[in-house]
């Protein structure tokens, strides 16, 4: 439970205990209370400028709370899908979600879908939630990133850099949570800077799909073999390929977000 992590480089040395503390017990992981830190600030920044937008804060909260149970749900599957050996012998298995086994495609998977069916039921214009949400979904997986961080694992491979990472006393590694974490921070920071420019509904959510795929892309290609799940063995893995699925979806979306506001705008016309 307890790792000795180190930046050599930097003169940096920590021991790092997975467990927060226990109730009743029961061990409380750093992972989950970061995890659900990222969640809660990205869910309270979108919150915070919902209304603003012209989004009830009210529908916001129901989003992100649906979101978060269906994300949690597609992060399993999406793993289970792809590493069916890690539940096999028991259908209980497919629960131990304390001994690991989340992907990240899979909860944003599962919190777009949420959203999508949300967004039908409650007639919310979708493209403009999808976009009011996009900073909210920076701010949490810059945060999340951190509990791999205290658990000691996701890393990269072997570094020279003067900010490799040791862990346990083993040679360097790149830190791969800390590189996923700053692209967050740079793209929630670029949708910021844009979004109030932005005339189409649709083009924030397809650069953050677009930016986040980017990365995932090369980041993906650095972890160690043992953090891949593979769509081809050593070679091709399962988030390598859905990353470049994201980036022509996010480029489409981007370019096509003005011609999705001209249909509407021509058939309003028409209408009226």
Known sequence: ???????????????????????????????????????????????????????????IWDIALFGLIFGLIGARLYYIMFDFESVKGSILNVFKVREGGLAIYGGIIGAVLSTFV???????????????CAPGLFIGQAIGRWGNFVNAEVYGLETSLPWGMSINGASPVHPLFLYESLWNVIGFLLVLFFRGKNKYDGRVFGFYIFWYSF?????????????????????????QAVAAVGIAGGIFLFYYSKKIAEKHAFMSNNNS
């Not at 979708?126 to 976009?131: A, E, H």
């Open 215 to 239: 990365g995932r892309i090369f980041l993906e290609g650095m972890r160690q073999s043992q953090y891949i799940l593979y769509l081809v063995k050593d070679k091709i893995g399962i988030s």
């Open 1 to 59: 439970m307890i790792n000795e992590i180190s930046f050599p480089g930097l003169g940096i040395n920590l021991t790092v205990n997975r467990v927060a503390f226990s109730v009743f017990g029961k061990d409380i992981y750093w992972y989950a209370l970061i995890i659900l830190t990222g969640f809660l600030c990205g869910a309270g920044f979108v919150a915070a400028t919902a209304k603003k937008r012209g989004i009830d804060t009210e529908n």
């Open 118 to 132: 949300y967004c039908r039921k409650k007639s919310l214009p979708l493209l403009k939630v999808f976009d009011l």
